[in-house]
């Protein structure tokens, strides 16, 4: 079990940058494949990018804007979010899970979510 707490989360003008942080209990960050996905009001819960086994996968939508890290020595995952649109406006999650990074579906453990509201 890895229990995950994200922050970071915010309010910012088209073409601003946030950066999010997720948070993971000790005994489970090193295992996973970690992930950032966002949910839009009426829409959907979509990946956006996830990081594992040397690799990085990400959402066309996010590609060139986005960024996903990770310091292990904290035990945290970030997001750098660059040049943002108002269509990025969302509860944004941190996710975990094992198997292949980029299987977004397989996403089995869920921080609480946090919201970045991007104004035009």
């Known amino acids: 079990q890895v229990q995950l707490v994200e922050s970071g989360g915010g309010s910012v003008q088209a073409g601003g940058s946030l950066r999010l942080s997720c948070a993971a209990s000790?005994?489970?960050?090193?295992?996973?494949?970690m992930g950032w996905f966002r949910q839009a009001p009426g829409k959907k819960r979509e990946g956006v990018t996830s990081?594992?086994?040397?690799?990085?996968f990400y959402a066309d939508s996010v590609k060139g804007r986005f960024t996903i890290s990770q310091d292990n020595a904290k035990n945290t995952l970030y997001l750098q979010m660059n040049s943002l649109k108002p269509e990025d406006t969302a509860i944004y999650y941190c996710?975990?899970?094992?198997?292949?990074?980029?299987?977004?579906?397989?996403?089995?453990?869920w921080g609480q979510g946090t919201q970045v509201t991007v104004s035009s």
């Open positions: 996710a975990a899970w094992n198997g292949f990074c980029g299987s977004w579906s397989s996403a089995n453990y």
């Open positions: 000790r005994d489970g960050y090193s295992k996973y494949c």
């Open positions: 990081i594992g086994g040397g690799a990085t």
